[in-house]
């Protein structure tokens, strides 16, 4: 492969400064931009119609023939790509072990009106109330997207659905699955009268019903909340709620553990019929 990379030789270049601000949130939001780091989550990016800004590799990375391969996908796409010494790389990543690889991407969400025209018909939205570890956020992401659910909805409160450790955790699902980010509870409840939305809410309360007893078939909307308190009474208010039964001595479930339990009762009932 012929070398069409710009050879990056200073700390103080401009890519290097700003995929090193990139590791945070305000710098995300103000750019519109954010990290995606390692060989596995470059190759389903390049893969992708999401927009690449540039990436940059390091001398050793840009060595090996799959990092070869992504990098020829790039420059098809015509992806500026820097590369660099392992110490420089390491001012760049965010990651503890660097694999040597990463691509800078701008940020795509939608709109809920932009969401709905989106989804077929029944959509199933997975709904986030104040979801806070980003581990938990990107295993939903990627439960959600083998579950075929509609898209995420992502309520203000969230944490950043673009942070470093929340792409690792998606696992790439993050390009593949329908997003809006920052959505006021007002603009939810909105969206889903217009989409007629059967709101289904998880909640420790004694007028739940089981998971498995709810109708999820038609158009559905299912919450899940914060880690220590769980779905917020506003939205409990306008939702059936609905449990996952324990038989054992733990008191509940892991948000993400709790959602991949879920949906895959959403995946029985409209799939395996």
Known sequence: MQETWERITS???AKIKLAARLQQRKQRAKMGLFVAEGVRLAEMAAASNWQISFALVSEHAVQQPRVRKILAQLKEKLVPVG?????LYAKASGTEHPQGLLLVLVRKTLTLDALGREAGARPCYVVLD???DPGNLGTILRTADAAGMSGVILLKGC???FSPKVVRAAMGSLFYLPLAVEVSREDFFRFAGVERLRLYATALDAAAE???AAD??????IIFGNEGNGVSRELLDESKKIYIPMFGRAESLNVAVSSAVVLYEVVRQRHMR
């Open 11 to 13: 700390e103080a270049n």
């Open 83 to 87: 590369c660099v010494s392992e110490a």
């Open 130 to 132: 104040g979801v806070q």
């Open 159 to 161: 944490t950043d659905a």
């Open 210 to 212: 089981p998971h498995f």
């Open 216 to 221: 999820y078939t038609g158009a559905t909307g």
